[in-house]
């Protein structure tokens, strides 16, 4: 009887390792539960939250790139419609002209105000206005704080352009001045813009090689070495037929001794 309840006793184990290497050929997780490994896996799942943190912020960064590239785009047809605005100032400045030909070019540079002024009240990105004058963060990475924050203009800068009239030489003369400080302007919010996206791209680059890295580490210590645990497997059915036939052989010997009583 002894020899019997030590054979089930191993054939038991035996079937509790076989379950074992069974679930991990299947998940491909050498580490599946707190029983397998308690201490691995709070470190898998710490590294496992820091993935998931790294590809929020790396999706949040390239939201903030769409974001620079909306404005940078509004911008760049404010800057196109005050460049016309010169040069219709130049045309105007022309002695040649007659008032009415001044007061047709005035026409084109009243609509070209109108546009700019639409540009920079309609603006929206996710439904939100673009130019509000209001600072608009972006968390990009997995910690508290690891944000890029992009300063936004309200277009205030280009009232002076709204005003101008060239219906007249001296209005005329008056425009030039106004369209190249605007356009300085301009050009210097352009770059910012710029310079906002480029640290973005930058950020997504180290951030995703830190959830590679990451990633890499995790997988070492969580995934199936399945050369391995092929390998126990065979060992662990030759161990689970030998403990099949010692158990055959237990119970012959309990029933050859049940016969003698």
Not at 61 to 77: C, F, K, R, V
Not at 109 to 137: D, H, M, R
Request: aromatic share 4%; hydrophobic share 35%.
């Amino acid at each position: 009887m002894k020899i019997q309840s030590q054979s089930t006793s191993i054939f038991n184990r035996i079937e509790q390792t076989s379950n074992k290497l069974n679930q991990q050929l299947s998940s491909g997780k050498r580490v599946n539960s707190a029983a397998d490994d308690a201490a691995a896996l709070q470190i898998i799942d710490r590294l496992t939250s820091q993935q998931n943190g790294y590809s929020q912020g790396i999706r949040n960064a390239y939201d903030g790139i769409s974001y620079s590239q909306t404005a940078e785009s509004a911008l760049s047809g404010v800057n196109d419609a005050v460049s016309r605005i010169r040069e219709l100032s130049i045309q105007s400045g022309n002695g040649a002209l007659t008032d009415s030909d001044r007061q047709a070019l005035q026409d084109e540079v009243a609509q070209l105000q109108t546009q700019i002024t639409e540009t920079f009240e309609n603006t929206t990105f996710g439904g939100a206005p673009l130019f509000n004058g209001e600072s608009t963060s972006f968390q990009i990475g997995p910690d508290a704080n690891t944000t890029k924050t992009l300063a936004q203009s309200d277009g205030s800068f280009a009232n002076d352009i709204l005003t101008v009239d060239i219906s007249t030489q001296a209005g005329a003369q008056a425009a030039i001045d106004v369209a190249d400080t605007v356009a300085e302007e301009l050009n210097s919010q352009r770059a910012e813009l710029g310079a906002f996206e480029n640290t973005l791209s930058s950020t997504i680059r180290s951030s995703s090689n830190q959830r590679e890295n990451i990633a890499a580490s995790q997988s070492r210590m969580q995934d199936t070495d399945y050369a391995q645990a092929v390998t126990n497997q065979v060992s662990n059915d030759i161990l689970s037929q030998a403990s099949i036939a010692l158990r055959g052989q237990a119970n012959q010997s309990a029933s050859a001794v049940l016969n003698l009583l």
